[in-house]
């Protein structure tokens, strides 16, 4: 049986095939334990019924929110799977941490961070 992450062959694998097939199917034709394709089809079937939702019922949208939402703020390029953090990303954080006092970093670890700006 194969250890590690799914492979992009074996996600595709799964993507086309788990509504046809049963994920025992799956996962013994790919020798994978039938864990890794269950919880990789669980993703898949969040994605789809949320799509689903939203488009079925107008209602069904997430709230809007004030400000800019913090997943905008990154610099994704999913197919090499890198996630940069923007100058925006930055200081949005920073003045999220300036109005949270409750998320302060332990004093045991202030030795160790070394500020660039104030």
Request: hydrophobic share 25%; proline share 6%.
């Given at each position: 049986?194969?250890k590690?992450?799914?492979?992009?062959?074996?996600?595709?694998?799964?993507?086309?095939?788990?509504?046809?097939?049963?994920?025992?199917?799956?996962?013994?034709?790919?020798?994978?334990s039938?864990?890794?394709?269950?919880?990789?089809?669980?993703?898949?079937?969040?994605?789809?019924?949320?799509?689903d939702?939203?488009?079925?019922?107008?209602?069904?949208?997430?709230?809007v929110?004030?400000?800019?939402?913090?997943?905008?703020?990154?610099?994704?390029?999913e197919?090499?799977g890198?996630?940069?953090?923007?100058?925006?990303?930055?200081?949005?954080?920073?003045?999220?941490k300036?109005?949270?006092n409750?998320?302060?970093?332990?004093?045991?670890?202030?030795?160790?961070?070394?500020?660039?700006?104030?």
């Amino acid at each position: 049986m194969k250890k590690g992450p799914l492979s992009k062959k074996e996600k595709q694998y799964i993507e086309k095939n788990y509504k046809s097939k049963s994920i025992d199917q799956m996962a013994t034709r790919m020798k994978r334990s039938e864990h890794m394709v269950d919880k990789f089809v669980k993703t898949l079937d969040f994605k789809v019924e949320e799509n689903d939702d939203t488009k079925e019922n107008p209602a069904a949208t997430p709230p809007v929110f004030k400000g800019p939402v913090p997943g905008d703020l990154f610099a994704r390029k999913e197919d090499r799977g890198v996630t940069i953090m923007t100058e925006a990303a930055s200081i949005a954080s920073d003045d999220s941490k300036k109005n949270n006092n409750s998320t302060s970093t332990p004093q045991r670890y202030h030795k160790f961070i070394h500020r660039i700006k104030d």
